[in-house]
Each structure stands twice: as structure tokens, then as C-alpha cells.
């Protein structure tokens, strides 16, 4: 197994409820671990070159359950299964090094994926001919729009998401207004202990823009 530098930003993905983590090397190897440190089943795999930028996730063949990409110095794109299988028709050959994290949206709105990596020389965009969905995964680098790295995870003693403080599954304006009153002392959401989105221990101005930023996004 590789020992080579570490020189992409980690990438988060939840499996079964529980959280993992992924990243490339300097040597090709994509790992996927768990937050114990221990490598999950079937992981790491091997690709050609350094791996360029983050790993990122997103569902594309629509069964529920997410794919891992990544983009190499050598000009090859890779996709995989969570057990670390190999998705059909990759890896794919750009032909020019891939220079950062590829990107995965529906860029057409035709209810299926593509896959967009800046090379050397050019864009390559592959269109997934399989129904799929990015939303809630780590599609782009650094997970968001902002490129903050930000992770939120699910918190079974809070039993709500992080920002979610009405626990109804959706982070939306009713709890920027729940956790505007906390602040307020107007009063405390069902869910206080989610209110203090960006984990430093107090719940302020910060974690409502930080929410406000998350709701703009989706």
C-alpha cells in the first residue's frame, strides 16, 4: 500500500448513517476510511498518476446509494462503487492532465449526471446516461458552493442535523427564525442543541449566515 504525500482536501461521505472519509495521494491510491482510521471494505483502490484535487460523491444510477470519483495528472477519470468496484465504461481517458477536483452536477437538467473536470488543455464534460441526483452529497470541491469544507453530520444525542432545530429534516427559514429567537432570547427551538451550527461552542451571527449560505445553495 502507498505511503506517498497527502496534498487534497479529505472528502466526507455518509455511509449508512455513519460518516467516512476519502482523499488521494501522490502515488494514485484513493482511500476511504472510517473515523476510526480503519480502511472501509474494499478500499483503497489504485489509479493511474496523482489523484488531482478531492475525491467527490454523488448518485449516478440512481439506486440510492453513492459512486466515488476522481481525476488524475495522467489524464484519467475514475469512478467506483462504495465496496471499490469499478462503475461501468471507467476509468476514462482525457487524453490531458486533470488539474483539480471534478465536479458533478446535472448540468443540463436532463435528469442525469455529468462529470466535469478542468485538464491541462481543455474541459471534459462526460454525460452519465443513468437517472442520478448530486443534492446532499459532496459533488464539488470542498463540498459546497463557498468551498469551506464544512461536513455536517447527523447527531443521534441531538436527534436532529446540525441548523435543523425544528427536526422536521429540512434546514430551511423557519430554523434561520427559531435560532434568530435563541439568539434573541425569544425563545428555544425542540432542538436547541442544533443550533450551534459551526461547532465552536456558541450559537451567534455566524452560524445564521452559515445556515442562510446552506439554504441559498440548495
Excluded at 448513517?17 to 478500499?43: C, K, Q, R, S
Excluded at 461552542?201 to 441559498?216: F, H
Aim: charged share 20%; net charge negative; with cysteine.
Amino acid at each position: 500500500m502507498s505511503e506517498d504525500k497527502v496534498q487534497a482536501s479529505p472528502s466526507f461521505l455518509e455511509i449508512n448513517g455513519e460518516a467516512a472519509v476519502f482523499f488521494g495521494n501522490n502515488d494514485g491510491y484513493i482511500h476511504g476510511l472510517d473515523m476510526n482510521g480503519t480502511p472501509l471494505p474494499g478500499w483503497p483502490v489504485v489509479m493511474n498518476g496523482d489523484i488531482e484535487g478531492s475525491v467527490v460523491f454523488s448518485d449516478l444510477d440512481g439506486d440510492g446509494e453513492a459512486e466515488i470519483v476522481a481525476a488524475s495528472n495522467t489524464g484519467e477519470l475514475g469512478a467506483f462503487y462504495l465496496d471499490g468496484s469499478t462503475y461501468p465504461y471507467f476509468p476514462m481517458l482525457n487524453g490531458s492532465p486533470f488539474k483539480g477536483s471534478p465536479l458533478i452536477i446535472d448540468l443540463d437538467d436532463d435528469d442525469d449526471l455529468e462529470i466535469i473536470g478542468g485538464s491541462a488543455n481543455n474541459l471534459a464534460v462526460i454525460d452519465v446516461k443513468e437517472n442520478g441526483g448530486s443534492d446532499n452529497y459532496w459533488h464539488i470541491f470542498r463540498g459546497n458552493n463557498q468551498r469551506n469544507g464544512l461536513y455536517v453530520v447527523n447527531s443521534d444525542e441531538c436527534g436532529a442535523i446540525l441548523g435543523d432545530v425544528t427536526g422536521d429534516g429540512e434546514i430551511n427559514i423557519l430554523d434561520l427564525v427559531q435560532i434568530s429567537n435563541l439568539i434573541l432570547e425569544f425563545s428555544v427551538p425542540e432542538y436547541e442543541c442544533a443550533a450551534d451550527y459551526t461547532q465552536d461552542g456558541e450559537v451567534n451571527i455566524l452560524d445564521l449566515v452559515q445556515i442562510a449560505n446552506l439554504i441559498l445553495d440548495n
